[in-house]
């Protein structure tokens, strides 16, 4: 049984071998942080982590956010498809308890509006469960428009929201697992929650 806290911890993994090895500037965090500032209203404190593509250092980032660092979201980028050194999934799963992949299957859809090859993503989601706490593990494209595609989703030029994205399920499954309540802003990402599950606004 999970215990829910209080602060929001949020986990962002970068994996790519040349950012972290310094050949250039890692452009995942920084878009995963400028979309986060502007999506979550609620207060929320962040953990980065920028690894190499190496099985075994995912998979001990990944346990290290959750179980340590005690992160309730876990989002990373990079190393999803499918060249020999794409890992970022095994170790997703290798550290899971639950697969959550309807996450991935949204991802996949979204893309699919821009580009034939958003089919070779291998994008998924994971739940890992620890005897007290409990986490949502994301994986995400390595392209900061991606990222805030696949996260938003895609409206018209009205505002309208033609495909939706993948976070406005994220505020009630962290619920689910007993985390902390999130709230968004609606004009970024609107959450969807049963209204059983509402809760007044923050003041």
């Known amino acids: ?5 209080n602060e929001l911890v949020i986990g962002l993994v970068s994996v790519s071998d040349r950012a972290s090895g310094g050949v250039y500037e890692d452009k995942g965090i ?9 999506a979550i209203t609620t207060p929320y404190r962040i953990e980065t ?14 346990a290290e ?33 639950k697969e959550m992949p309807g996450f991935g299957e949204q991802m996949r859809q979204i893309s699919l509006k821009f580009v034939p090859t958003a089919i070779l993503s291998r994008q998924t989601a ?8 409990a986490a949502l593990i994301m994986n995400l494209p390595g392209q900061p428009k991606s990222i805030k595609e696949t996260l938003e989703g895609l409206k018209d030029e009205q505002g309208k929201v033609v495909v939706g994205g993948i976070f406005a399920a994220v505020p009630y499954c962290i619920d689910l697992i007993g985390g902390p309540y999130m709230e968004t802003d609606p004009a970024v990402s609107k959450t969807f929650r049963p209204k059983s599950a509402l809760r007044p606004p923050a003041n």
Not at 1 to 5: G, Y
Not at 30 to 38: G, K, S, V
Not at 65 to 82: E, F, N, Q, S
């Open 1 to 5: 049984m999970t215990t829910p806290t």
């Open 30 to 38: 920084p878009a995963l942080q400028e979309w986060l500032a502007t």
């Open 49 to 62: 982590r920028l690894i190499p593509d190496e099985r075994a250092e995912i998979e001990r980032t990944l």
């Open 65 to 97: 956010l959750v179980d340590t660092a005690r992160c309730h979201l876990v989002l990373t980028t990079g190393g999803t498809g499918p060249a020999r050194r794409d890992v970022t999934p095994e170790a997703t799963l290798a550290v899971a308890t």
């Open 126 to 133: 994971v739940i890992r469960e620890t005897a007290d706490h």
